[in-house]
């Protein structure tokens, strides 16, 4: 079988594809992952099949480690499929589209004058981007051209030659959508630009043009895209379709888009024009805390734990009678107490959530969720514990050891090329991804304790004081480091019996 080119799409996909290649340069988005590629692109594609919007999308990579889904993407000219699968309305659902929306497609880090030409694109509207937690966060660094490591320090620098290129002009901002699982996260990327453009000493005209004639959109973004199916079921189907596609997505039905912004945006992003479930709103605070401490806290607290313990994907931990009733226990009786709002509406959300874990068609892996856990849980689960911790209470039994688990699993070893793992309690090794900053500091902690370190409280409290780690120290609550202790030690026990 010959690999997914535009000599595999039929008459109108064809066009599709024809018409993006020669549309103008709309959107920037920083983020080549599954995330976007099933969840914003797939909806741009929507926007464009029905003629709402008139652009396409130049992407690239937020750090080096994503060069090889940009080579693929490149070597594929920008497409690939798209498999939709589950229930809907009570049917199954699977749907197979390829997603025909890019224009440009480069590695930022080989092709850095690219990158600068097209943030002085008058074209350019709109930067969408998927970073994790870890990308909109403020690291000290020099102003060098090719050089600039973080994602907000790039697009501060960006903005300037936008700024300088077009002499300060009102109508040449731009407006940002980032998709980080981050409370406030278009407020906190502003913030962090305005922050790298101060320690930079650019013109107080040019930040003063970021606040005024730029715009930072909080969202919030709700669907599971789990990304290359199995080995197997991927075989199965391009042996029907008759090409291979390296970059074979699969996602679920559900979608979600909450973003907080003025109606009349919807005349620049047709979004609800083209039927998508999105939503406008002055207020995305209880769409964010109810999703991010109920489906995304469940995912942080069952990644580790289900690693630890040999089990590999979401659907595997929720079907395991013994992991399976935990799950349910923290989520009815721990997360859902840290969430105001309306019990039955709070209690309805974590069944669809638990509904959409059971998908049988998709394959969502722990490894993947694992991907730096450490910010996850400072924005996913992190926040549950201090509901109970600032009250005085003590955190109760399945976040403790959801927690011992996350702390368990980073344990870890580095090795000459950098890399990062760990052992699970079964003997297997695991590759554990995450910033290499937090990750040598872990290491160290980890290290500098004694055989049978987990014994100690000594490297517990090491741990939760450092507040890079979490935003706080966290050694406040004796009683909450000497019930992570058990759980260390308990499987310390295991392990050396």
């Known amino acids: ?126 930067v969408v981007s998927n970073t994790t937690e870890a990308g909109i966060a403020y690291t000290a660094e020099p102003l060098q051209e090719g050089l600039i490591a973080s994602f907000p320090g790039k697009l501060a620098h960006l903005l300037y030659l936008r700024y300088q290129a077009f002499d300060g002009c009102p109508e040449r901002g731009l407006t940002f959508l980032p998709c980080e699982l981050l409370e406030r996260n278009g407020d906190a990327l502003k913030q962090t630009i305005l922050r790298h453009a101060t320690d930079w000493e650019l013109p107080a005209a040019f930040k003063d043009w970021v606040m005024k004639h730029n715009v930072f959109l909080n969202t919030l973004v709700d669907r599971i895209v789990t990304g290359y199916p199995d080995a197997k079921q991927a075989q199965a189907w391009f042996h029907k379709w008759g090409y291979t596609d390296q970059l074979l997505c ?124 450490l910010s996850k849980a400072r924005v996913r689960l992190l926040p549950s514990i201090v509901h109970y911790l600032d009250q005085g209470k ?10 011992a688990a996350l702390l368990r699993y980073y344990k870890v070893e580095k090795h000459e090329d950098g890399s990062y793992t760990g052992m699970s309690l079964h003997g297997k090794s695991y590759s554990v991804r995450d910033d290499a900053e937090l990750l040598e500091r872990m290491a160290e902690l980890w290290k500098q304790a004694s055989t049978g370190s987990a014994q100690h409280l000594d490297t517990i409290h090491a741990i939760l004081a450092e507040e890079r780690f979490w935003g706080r120290a966290m050694c406040d609550s004796p009683s909450f480091a000497a019930n992570l202790a058990e759980w260390l030690q308990y499987w310390e026990r295991g392990i050396s019996q």
Not at 105 to 125: G, K
Not at 394 to 403: A, D, E, K, S
Request: net charge negative.
């Open 250 to 373: 699969t996602t679920e039905p559900y979608y979600l888009w909450v973003i907080e912004a003025k109606a009349d945006m919807e005349m620049r992003l047709p979004l609800q024009q083209a039927g998508l479930h999105v939503l406008w709103t002055d207020d995305l605070r209880p769409y964010q805390t109810r999703k991010v401490r109920i489906l995304n806290g469940a995912h942080t607290w069952m990644a580790p734990l289900g690693l630890l313990h040999g089990i590999d994907d979401v659907r595997s931990f929720l079907m395991d009678e013994e992991w399976g009733t935990a799950l349910r226990e923290v989520v009815f009786k721990e997360l859902i107490p840290t969430v105001s709002g309306n019990v039955d509406s709070l209690q309805l959300y974590a069944e669809q959530v638990l509904e959409r874990f059971a998908n049988p068609f998709l394959c969502h892996q722990l490894h993947d969720i694992a991907m730096n856990s």
């Open 1 to 126: 079988m010959k690999p997914l080119s535009p000599l595999s799409l039929n008459a109108e996909q064809r066009a599709l594809h024809k018409a993006v290649q020669s549309a103008p340069t709309t959107i920037l988005q920083i983020g080549e992952g599954n995330f976007l590629r099933g969840f914003f692109d797939w909806m741009i594609q929507q926007c464009i099949k029905q003629g709402l919007f008139h652009g396409s999308i130049a992407v690239v990579q937020p750090r080096p480690s994503g060069k090889a889904n940009i080579e693929k993407l490149m070597e594929q000219q920008g497409i690939y499929t798209l498999v939709t699968q589950g229930i809907r309305m009570g049917r199954a659902v699977m749907e197979r589209e390829i997603i025909s929306v890019f224009s440009n497609i480069f590695d930022p880090y080989e092709d850095w004058n690219r990158l600068t030409a097209l943030a002085v694109l008058p074209s350019l509207q709109f």
């Open 394 to 403: 003590t955190v109760p039994p399945q976040l403790v050891l959801g927690f």
